[in-house]
C-alpha cells in the first residue's frame, strides 16, 4: 500500500538523522509534505534535498524545539510552504548516561528542556493550526526507558516518563476536537545517538533484548505512520512499544 498519508503535512522534530531521518523518508514516500526539523542545518538540509531529489515534498527548517519562536516560526513555513499543518511528529532529543549521583542540576534542566518542554511546546504551538483542519495526528516518540528503569540514565527516564503522561494528558484534551495524540516506544535502535557505545557496552544492550538484534529507524518510523495515517483515527492516547522483545521478560 502507498500513499498511506497522501494529503498531510508533517513538521518531524530531529529529522536530520537518525531515528527522525527515517521518519522523513517514510512519511514522504507514503505522499506526505514533510518540514524536516532540526538544529543540524547542513545534515537537515542535504534530508530535505535528498528527498526532492527522490521526487518528494520536503522542506528543511531550522528549529531548536526549546525555543518557542522557532516553533512559531516552523509552523509558518510549513502553511506558507504547504497550506496547512495536520501532522506533528515529536521525535528530536538528547541522551545523558548519567545516574542521579553525577547528574547536575544543569544537565538534568538541559535535557528535560529538550525532551520534555521540546514536545509540549510542539504540541502547544502547532495546536491551532492542527486544529484547523478538523482531523490531525500528533505521534510523540517516547522510549522503552519511559517504561522501565535502570541504574543510570537518571534525566532521560524521568524526561521519557514525563513524555509518556504528557501524551495521553493532551490525548483526552483534544479528544473530541480532531487531534489524535499517540507515542512510539523505541527500544535499542541503531542510529548517530549509539554511535559512542563501545562494543563491549553494545554487546550489554543487546543482551537484554530477546530479538537480539538492534532495531533500525524504519522499524520506529512505520509505527509511527500508523499513528499518523487515518487507519488509526479511533486510536487516541494509545502505545506502540517497538524494542524487539525488550519490555516483555
Ligand atoms: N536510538 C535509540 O536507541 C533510541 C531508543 C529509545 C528512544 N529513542 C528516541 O528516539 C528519538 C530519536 O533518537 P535518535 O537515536 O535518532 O537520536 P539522534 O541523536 O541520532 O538524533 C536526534 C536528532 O534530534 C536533534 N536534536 C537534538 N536536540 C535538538 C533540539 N534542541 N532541537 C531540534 N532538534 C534537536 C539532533 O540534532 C538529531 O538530529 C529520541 O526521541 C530518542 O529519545 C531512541
Given at each position: 500500500?502507498?500513499?498511506?498519508?497522501?494529503?498531510k503535512?508533517a513538521?518531524?522534530t530531529?529529522?536530520?538523522?537518525?531515528i527522525?531521518?527515517?521518519?522523513a523518508?517514510?512519511?514522504a514516500?507514503?505522499?506526505?509534505?514533510?518540514?524536516?526539523?532540526?538544529?543540524?542545518?547542513?545534515?537537515?538540509?542535504?534530508?530535505?534535498a535528498?528527498?526532492?531529489e527522490?521526487?518528494?515534498q520536503?522542506?528543511?527548517?531550522?528549529l531548536?524545539?526549546?525555543?518557542?519562536?522557532?516553533?512559531?516560526?516552523?509552523?509558518?513555513?510549513?502553511?506558507q510552504?504547504?497550506g496547512k499543518?495536520?501532522?506533528?511528529?515529536n521525535n528530536a532529543?538528547i541522551?545523558?548516561?548519567?545516574?542521579?549521583e553525577t547528574?547536575?542540576?544543569?544537565?538534568?534542566n538541559?535535557?528535560?528542556a529538550v525532551n520534555?518542554?521540546?514536545?509540549?511546546?510542539?504540541?502547544?504551538?502547532?495546536?491551532p493550526?492542527?486544529?484547523?483542519?478538523?482531523?490531525?495526528?500528533?505521534v510523540n516518540?517516547?522510549?522503552l526507558?519511559?517504561?522501565?528503569?535502570t541504574?543510570?540514565?537518571?534525566?532521560?527516564?524521568a524526561?521519557?516518563?514525563?513524555?509518556?503522561?504528557?501524551?495521553?494528558?493532551?490525548?483526552?484534551e483534544y479528544?473530541k476536537?480532531?487531534?489524535?495524540?499517540?507515542?512510539?516506544f523505541?527500544?535499542?535502535?541503531?542510529?548517530?545517538?549509539?554511535?559512542?557505545?563501545?562494543?563491549?557496552?553494545?554487546?550489554?544492550?543487546?543482551?537484554?533484548?530477546?530479538m537480539?538484534v538492534?532495531g533500525?529507524?524504519l522499524?520506529?518510523?512505520?509505527?509511527s505512520?500508523?499513528l499518523?495515517s487515518?487507519?488509526?483515527?479511533?486510536l487516541?492516547?494509545?502505545?506502540i512499544?517497538?524494542?524487539?522483545?525488550?519490555s516483555?521478560?
Amino acid at each position: 500500500m502507498q500513499g498511506r498519508l497522501e494529503g498531510k503535512v508533517a513538521i518531524i522534530t530531529g529529522a536530520a538523522r537518525g531515528i527522525g531521518e527515517g521518519h522523513a523518508d517514510l512519511f514522504a514516500a507514503e505522499g506526505a509534505r514533510v518540514v524536516v526539523a532540526d538544529v543540524l542545518e547542513e545534515l537537515g538540509e542535504a534530508v530535505a534535498a535528498r528527498l526532492r531529489e527522490e521526487g518528494r515534498q520536503a522542506i528543511y527548517q531550522n528549529l531548536d524545539v526549546t525555543s518557542p519562536r522557532a516553533w512559531t516560526d516552523t509552523v509558518a513555513a510549513a502553511v506558507q510552504h504547504f497550506g496547512k499543518l495536520t501532522t506533528l511528529m515529536n521525535n528530536a532529543a538528547i541522551f545523558n548516561a548519567s545516574g542521579l549521583e553525577t547528574t547536575t542540576l544543569d544537565d538534568w534542566n538541559k535535557l528535560l528542556a529538550v525532551n520534555l518542554t521540546g514536545q509540549f511546546l510542539g504540541m502547544k504551538i502547532c495546536m491551532p493550526e492542527l486544529l484547523k483542519t478538523g482531523n490531525a495526528a500528533i505521534v510523540n516518540i517516547c522510549s522503552l526507558y519511559g517504561l522501565i528503569g535502570t541504574p543510570s540514565f537518571t534525566s532521560y527516564h524521568a524526561s521519557k516518563g514525563g513524555v509518556r503522561m504528557l501524551s495521553k494528558s493532551v490525548a483526552m484534551e483534544y479528544v473530541k476536537r480532531g487531534v489524535r495524540v499517540n507515542s512510539v516506544f523505541p527500544g535499542d535502535t541503531g542510529t548517530p545517538a549509539m554511535e559512542n557505545l563501545t562494543e563491549e557496552e553494545n554487546a550489554k544492550v543487546l543482551a537484554l533484548v530477546p530479538m537480539g538484534v538492534a532495531g533500525k529507524p524504519l522499524d520506529m518510523a512505520f509505527g509511527s505512520l500508523y499513528l499518523a495515517s487515518d487507519e488509526a483515527r479511533y486510536l487516541t492516547g494509545s502505545e506502540i512499544v517497538i524494542d524487539g522483545g525488550w519490555s516483555v521478560p
